[in-house]
Structures are given as C-alpha cells and as structure tokens.
C-alpha cells in the first residue's frame, strides 16, 4: 500500500524557493493566518507536567526527583502554560532541531517555551509533521535567531513569517489518517524490535553472572565439582576454591568532579570529560569515545577534576540512571562530572574486572531515598568470587566470544530501528509537502483500535533514543499489515 503511492497529477511553482513545486490545488499561506498564540497559566501549578521532544513531540512528564532535573514541586509550575489538546508547543531554543508538535494532553509547560491555537482551516495533526518535516526544520533553523547553534531562539514573529503549505482541509485530514495508519505500523516493527534487544540483553547478563559466579566452568561448559557458601547473601554459592573478596582489593574508586555550564560546549580541547548522558551517544556503547565536552588540563585542575587513565571502567552513582547498571570503558583518558563513579584496576586482568562490575546491581546496595545513591566507600565493600588468574582469563576469553554474537545482534536491530526511522521520516515528509497522494489510500483505510498505538511513554521514548543506530524491513510496511 505504501510501496504504491503515486505522485499528483499536476504541480505549480509554490513561489517560495525552498518549498519547490507543490500540487496545483494547494495554497501557500504564513502561518500568522494559521495560528495564534496563547498565553494562558497555571494558577496551581497541580497540572499534568509536559516535554517537547525533538523525537515524538509532546509527552507527558513524570514529577520527577532525579537531581539533574529542574524543580517539578507544584509550587513551582504556578504560572507555568496551559496547554490543550491539539495545540502546538514549540521549545524555542530548540525548535532549530524539530523539538515542538502538537499536543494529545491537557497539562502546563515551562514559561519559556510559545503555545499556539490553531486557526479552523487548519488540521493540528497536519502541521504537527509539516513543521517537524526536514525541509522545515531546516527553514526554520535559519530564520532563528542567534549567533551560534547552541544559543539559536524561534520567536512567535519568526515562526509567523514562515510560509506553509495548505492542502484543502479534507485532504489535510485525509493525509494525517493515512500517518497514523503508516505510524502504527513502523511502531509494531521498532517495538518488537526493542523488545527483541531488551530479550538480548537480559540473556548477556545471564552468561556474565553464570560464569563470572562460578555456576558454570566456562573451559568445560559444566558447574564446578564442589561449591562453598560465599557469605554474600546475592552471591551464594560459589566455587570451593575461589576467593570471596571486597572490590577494594582489585581496584580504586573515586568519583568525579562537579562541571560548571561555563566550562561546557568546548569541544577542542585534549581532555574528554564525560557526563552520564554521554553513556548514551551511538559509538559510546562499551566504550567511552565519543564526548561533547573537553577541558584542557588547567582547567581540570582548577574544578579539582581527577584525570583518570584509559581503561577506567565508569557509571552512574545517582539517580535513575544509577538504576540502569550500565558501565563503560573510557578509552582515553578523561574526567567524569560528580554524577559518576570510576573504578581503576590495581592490578591483574582488567576486563574481568569489567564482567565483574557489569553484574553487580547497584541499585539493590544504594542508598534508600527518593534519589538512590552509592558511595565510594559502600562500592569499595561490595564482596565479589575472585576466581585464579588462569580462569579469569578463560572466562573473559568466552565471554567475549559468546557476547560478541549477542552483540552484533543487537547492532542490527538497532540499525534496523535507525532505517525504519529514516523511512519514517522520509515518507512522512514526502507526504506532507506533496510528493505523493494519499487521498485514495486514506479512503479505502480500515477503522483500526488505539491500544496498541498509544503515544510513546518515557520508558519507550528513552528506548528509542538509546537504540536509534538500524536495516529496516520495510516488506513489513505492506498492504498485508492493514
């Protein structure tokens, strides 16, 4: 159904550069016709909380206590915006990479962020991927204003010049039944796909603690001849002759140092200095390579930032994201900001030292609290199986071989993913600027339930920015799904 689109029949000249050839009945319209903006706030502040996020658009927002998020107490959102459904919500200082769209919620916004009501001959949905289309993206990045980038800003009078392009409204609402009807389907595959690698990733850590605990001889594939009881409660038994010792004894832990606004952005110096979202950037995913932010080795010294050796294993050690368990290798040395944790190895074999930090659930050992935490010297504590020099080599050896396998599986669902997303993007924007007709496919389009074609939560918009690297099976995007 998809692969069958057909361009229109007959196009003019839209008679704005950047918009190209456009089909002949549509009009060209600025959006000051189109839209208007509203300034309503919150009295209370008691309003469903929402984002804007340049991946799904609006969502709503959990009240959260995570340290790095700005203060979500209701006494603090009085005089936050009020949002209704169906209204667009542009971040300004972010609109440049797509982060605006039109609200399915009821709720309150930051101050800082423009609300607009849409004007009757418009289809909200309609513009909601017009204006997140790349063509507009790109548009509306240039007509924003400032000096660099990062410090760019879309004002309501900029937004209004924009020239948008305005199919008849039937068609307009024709063309978002068809997305919803395309978007349902792209998301059943990215979904079963996330689920596949959440699936992948759960057996990875199966064989780490099977053989990083003892249960299995990785050099015979069979248990141990004799266990003894570890003294460690979520240890148990572990081989009779292994040793049952505290991680201060393979390695030294120190955690990192605060990192000012000032000193971030500057990407030409020699040091890396990671915070824990870098632990998210494609290419980051065992180690740390890829950074946003460096310093130069004054500067480190002057926040009193540790530099820590290549080969120092790092994670979080606060918040959510000490929940996730995840660790890194930081491949060159680097400075970590005080929302992490670095463990160096004194001495023997670094990468069990790895396997075994990368079973170990930090979550069960923080701190109880709304903000869970772990010091260094509750890690320091943390009692592990040390088994001989000989075995811990033969347990990094297979456990590099097999995970080698789950990883490439990984990889390409997760590539899989990325190409189902560029096929997203680039159906939706041909759609929306007129490169294909959908009217007669939206006609014949069947009533379908919402359950399963719910919004993005968090938990899956925070999936989906973590696995966006994949070969998209767009054979799944038939007729045969509808």
Not at 264 to 292: H, T, W
Not at 309 to 320: D, E, M, Q, R, S
């Amino acid at each position: 159904m998809i692969t069958n689109l057909k361009p229109y029949s007959a196009y003019k000249d839209a008679g704005v550069e950047w918009l190209g050839q456009v089909p002949e009945h549509w009009s060209v319209r600025r959006l000051k016709y189109l839209l208007r903006e509203r300034d309503a706030r919150s009295e209370t502040g008691t309003e469903q909380l929402l984002s804007v996020s340049q991946y799904v658009g609006v969502t709503e927002r959990k009240r959260s206590d995570n340290l790095e998020e700005p203060d979500t107490r209701a006494e603090s959102l009085v005089g936050y915006k009020r949002v209704d459904p169906g209204e667009l919500v542009v971040n300004i200082m972010l609109a440049w990479n797509g982060s605006m769209g039109v609200s399915r919620y009821a709720g309150i916004v930051s101050p800082a962020y423009c609300v607009y009501r849409f004007e009757a001959l418009a289809e909200p949905w309609y513009f909601h991927h017009l204006l997140r289309s790349p063509v507009y993206k790109a548009r509306i990045k240039a007509v924003s204003t400032g000096v660099v980038e990062s410090r760019l800003r879309l004002y309501t009078d900029d937004l209004y010049r924009l020239m948008a392009l305005l199919p008849p409204l039937p068609e307009q609402t024709a063309i978002v039944r068809f997305l919803d009807w395309a978007e349902r389907r792209i998301r059943r595959v990215i979904r079963a796909r996330q689920r596949r690698i959440k699936l992948l990733e759960e057996y990875k850590q199966a064989l780490i603690h099977q053989a990083v605990t003892g249960r299995i001889d990785v050099r015979t594939g069979q248990p141990y001849p004799a266990y003894k009881d570890s003294g460690v409660e979520w240890l148990g038994q572990v081989p009779e002759h292994w040793e049952v010792v505290p991680l201060k004894r393979l390695a030294w832990f120190k955690s990192g140092a605060g990192f000012p606004v000032h000193h971030q952005g500057d990407a030409s110096a020699e040091i890396p200095f990671f915070k824990v979202s870098d632990m998210n950037i494609p290419g980051n995913e065992k180690y740390l390579r890829v950074c946003a932010n460096t310093v130069s080795m004054t500067v480190a010294q002057g926040l009193g930032a540790t530099v820590f050796p290549a080969g120092t294993i790092v994670f979080p050690k606060v918040g959510g994201a000490l929940l996730t368990n995840k660790r890194r290798i930081a491949a060159n040395q680097c400075c970590i900001d005080n929302n992490m944790m670095a463990c160096v190895a004194r001495n023997g074999n670094r990468d069990f030292l790895f396997l075994v930090m990368s079973y170990i659930d930090l979550g069960q050992i923080a701190q109880p609290g709304p903000v869970p935490a772990i010091s260094e010297g509750e890690v320091r504590e943390i009692r592990v199986a040390l088994p001989s020099a000989a075995e811990q080599t033969a347990i990094v050896e297979y456990l590099d071989a097999q995970t080698a396998k789950i990883d490439a599986a990984i990889a390409a669902d997760r590539r899989a993913i990325e190409l189902l997303e560029e096929f997203r993007t680039r159906l939706i924007a041909d759609v929306v600027t007129g490169k294909l007709d959908v009217r007669e496919v939206a006609a014949r389009l069947p009533e379908e339930p919402s359950e399963e074609d719910a919004p993005w939560t968090d938990e899956e918009e925070r999936a989906q920015d973590e696995t966006l690297n994949g070969e998209g099976d767009h054979a799944a995007i038939s007729e045969e799904d509808g």
